[in-house]
């Protein structure tokens, strides 16, 4: 199977070779993988920013527990979620599934009414914790993808969510920097290269009932 020996290979990058570039083509296609991936209701509450502005990432570096990968990686992803999940961003949905799947709107209505109402059973804290999760799935895809096109990545967390809304101007869009995952191509000086990877065995991570 090639997605096993795909993720045998990629590793948690630590350092970037500053001098490589993911290609337009290849960024294209990581774009597509995101852009497939699952979310609740199929809603993506979300939005990717890219960033290859190197000023930009100077002043996120610092709030990234100065992580190297931020400035040195060709391309940053930030997965940010939205703050909310307004019943425009619901009708939105369901406008766009009825134009896509070509169906009477009337006929969705009750889809929609369902969903907001699922969602306002939800205390706020609960509706955070929901939105950040489903950029999770989309991070998945990205580094999937990145690792069938042997293009290096590394998923952080190690950031302060506040300062990445100020610097990137999410908090006026109503959005929030979840999680980030700088994208290139490893330095042949990396000293995490080839280590042995760290997993729970088997028979502690499954149970069959
Ligand atoms: C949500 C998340 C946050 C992470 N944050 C960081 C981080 O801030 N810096 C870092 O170097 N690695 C970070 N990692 C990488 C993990 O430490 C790494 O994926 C894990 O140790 C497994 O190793 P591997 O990815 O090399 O197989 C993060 C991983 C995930 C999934």
Redesign the pocket.
């Known amino acids: 199977m090639e997605l096993l020996k795909n993720l045998n290979w ?3 990058t ?1 350092k970037f070779d500053t001098s490589k570039k993911v290609s337009n083509s290849d960024l294209n296609k990581l774009k597509e993988a995101v852009q497939l991936s699952v979310s609740s209701y199929g809603l993506q509450l979300y939005k990717v920013l890219i960033i290859e502005n190197p000023e930009i990432r100077e002043q996120l570096k610092p709030a ?2 100065n ?1 190297s ?1 931020i400035t040195d990686a060709s391309h940053l992803f930030v997965f940010c979620n939205y703050t909310d999940a307004t019943p425009e961003a619901i009708d939105g949905f369901i406008n766009q599934t009825a134009k896509t799947r070509k169906l009477e709107l009337e006929r969705l209505n009750g889809y929609g009414d369902f969903i907001k109402e699922k969602l306002n059973e939800k205390t706020p804290e609960e509706k955070t914790s929901w939105l950040k999760s489903q950029t ?1 799935l989309a ?1 998945g895809n990205l580094l999937n993808a990145c690792a069938e096109l042997k293009i290096d990545a ?6 302060e969510p506040e300062a990445y809304n100020k610097i990137l101007d999410l908090d006026n869009q109503g959005l929030n920097a979840a ?1 980030i995952a700088p994208i290139g191509y490893r330095h042949e000086e990396d000293h ?1 290269i080839g ?1 042995q ?2 997993r729970k065995p088997m028979e502690l991570l499954f149970e069959v009932v």
């Open positions: 990629r590793y948690a630590k990234s527990w992580q990968q999770y991070l590394c998923p952080m967390e190690g950031f999680v995490t280590q990877k760290v």
